[in-house]
T-cell receptor, first 114, second 108 residues
Framework: DGGITQSPKYLFRKEGQNVTLSCEQNLNHDAMYWYRQDPGQGLRLIYYSQIVNDFQKGDIAEGYSVSREKKESFPLTVTSAQKNPTAFYLC?????????????FGPGTRLTVT | EDQVTQSPEALRLQEGESSSLNCSYTVSGLRGLFWYRQDPGKGPEFLFTLYSAGEEKEKERLKATLTKKESFLHITAPKPEDSATYLCAVQANNDMRFGAGTRLTVKP
């Protein structure tokens, strides 16, 4: 089955610890994205990558880091510098073929930092 | 700055009671408007893409329309299983801007 997987579904961390969220896709998509979702707000873009070994900051990149060493994988690290890390994190991917702009989402990871 | 505003924030309908959700946007160089459905605790599920004013797309009880400034998601004779949050997003350049969503509840 083709799709996007995120793990774990729930993650709990103590303040001051870095944590890495996994995102894997087997859709052969070139572009991958990380969003953060908070209650009552639209999804906000953290980082995106259009191609392996390249990525760009989104609107709220501070306190986060990413890597794109493989086409299938785009892990997100939430560092201790992120002031309000508790949120629902969504990974998405998209083909860069002409005529197809929609993004497809994974199931999400809910991170709670106390 | 690109903006997407969805209304209402929440909508409660009786089963069979048709209605519409609104998504108004300001963006330079629209490359697509997207509708997603999101169930609680899950990732958004893609529904439709609209590219130009006048375009319409349909899927079961849902119909999406697009003008130069807004899009509507019409729900005809909804059922309880249509209860979800519906997200609208617009694409300009390389990123997508999302609205805050409309939380739809359909009561039997």
């Amino acid at each position: 089955d083709g799709g996007i997987t995120q793990s774990p579904k729930y993650l709990f961390r103590k303040e001051g610890q870095n944590v890495t969220l996994s995102c894997e896709q087997n859709l052969n998509h070139d572009a991958m994205y990380w969003y953060r979702q908070d209650p009552g707000q639209g999804l906000r873009l953290i980082y995106y990558s259009q191609i392996v070994n390249d990525f760009q900051k989104g609107d709220i990149a501070e306190g986060y880091s990413v890597s794109r060493e493989k086409k299938e994988s785009f892990p997100l690290t939430v560092t201790s510098a992120q002031k309000n890390p508790t949120a629902f994190y969504l990974c998405a991917s998209r083909t860069t073929a002409r005529g197809s702009n929609e993004q497809y989402f994974g199931p999400g990871t809910r991170l709670t930092v106390t | 700055e690109d903006q997407v505003t969805q209304s209402p924030e929440a909508l409660r309908l009786q089963e069979g009671e048709s209605s519409s959700l609104n998504c108004s946007y300001t963006v330079s160089g629209l490359r697509g408007l997207f509708w997603y459905r999101q169930d609680p605790g899950k990732g958004p599920e893609f529904l439709f893409t609209l590219y130009s004013a006048g375009e319409e797309k349909e899927k079961e009880r849902l119909k999406a329309t697009l003008t130069k400034k807004e899009s509507f998601l019409h729900i005809t004779a909804p059922k309880p299983e249509d209860s979800a949050t519906y997200l609208c997003a617009v694409q300009a350049n390389n990123d997508m801007r999302f609205g805050a969503g409309t939380r739809l509840t359909v009561k039997p």
